[in-house]
């Protein structure tokens, strides 16, 4: 019984580091154009939570800025209810530029970030495979300097998004919102 829960484990973890090889990383990277404040446009993930919350969600900021360590400071500020919540997320850099840990103190999930692809003036798209005792997610976002994106934009991170595995009512393009909007900075 044991030989054969330590097998399965090894497959779900080769799995898992095989969905991470597979994954995109932004040629040429460069960290210092990607801080800044951007847009959560897009959204899609095939983790319980977003089955969930996904009639609740809308478009939210982020703002991105370098720590002195070469990390990324994440800070995402978003409607819930009646209130604007902010949460902050420390992304540390891992060896190869574009590519960032993150482990979850609430929830002791481990994420493997990866910038897909960016242009740093318009959009960025974002890959995360998240890991914790009760299996593993694939998440996709869709950041954009400005509330609206072109529909290739749009098509391209929903294209990338299906590559990823998801599903399209998995998929869903953030409704627009004002809320919160001023209050991020």
Not at 62 to 77: D, F, H, R, Y
């Amino acid at each position: 019984m044991q030989a054969t829960l330590l097998g399965i484990l090894g497959l779900a973890l080769l799995g898992t580091l095989h969905a991470q090889d597979s994954i995109p990383v932004q040629a040429d990277f460069q960290q210092d154009k990607l801080t800044g404040r951007w847009y959560s446009i897009g959204l899609a993930s095939n983790s319980d939570w977003f089955k969930e919350k996904r009639h609740l969600m809308k478009m939210c900021t982020t703002t991105i800025s370098a720590t002195a360590e070469g990390n990324l400071e994440v800070t995402s500020t978003y409607p819930k209810g009646d209130q604007c919540v902010t949460r902050n997320s420390l992304y540390t850099k891992t060896e190869q530029p574009g590519r960032f840990s993150y482990t979850s103190p609430r929830w002791g999930s481990k994420h493997n970030i990866h910038v897909v692809e960016t242009n740093y003036e318009e959009y960025a798209l974002v890959a995360t495979q998240i890991s914790k005792s009760s299996g593993s997610s694939t998440m996709v976002l869709l950041y954009s300097r400005t509330k609206e994106l072109s529909p290739e934009r749009l098509e391209m991170f929903t294209r990338f998004s299906r590559e990823q595995g998801l599903t399209d009512d998995e998929i869903l393009i953030l409704p627009p919102t004002d809320k919160c909007m001023a209050d991020a900075a």
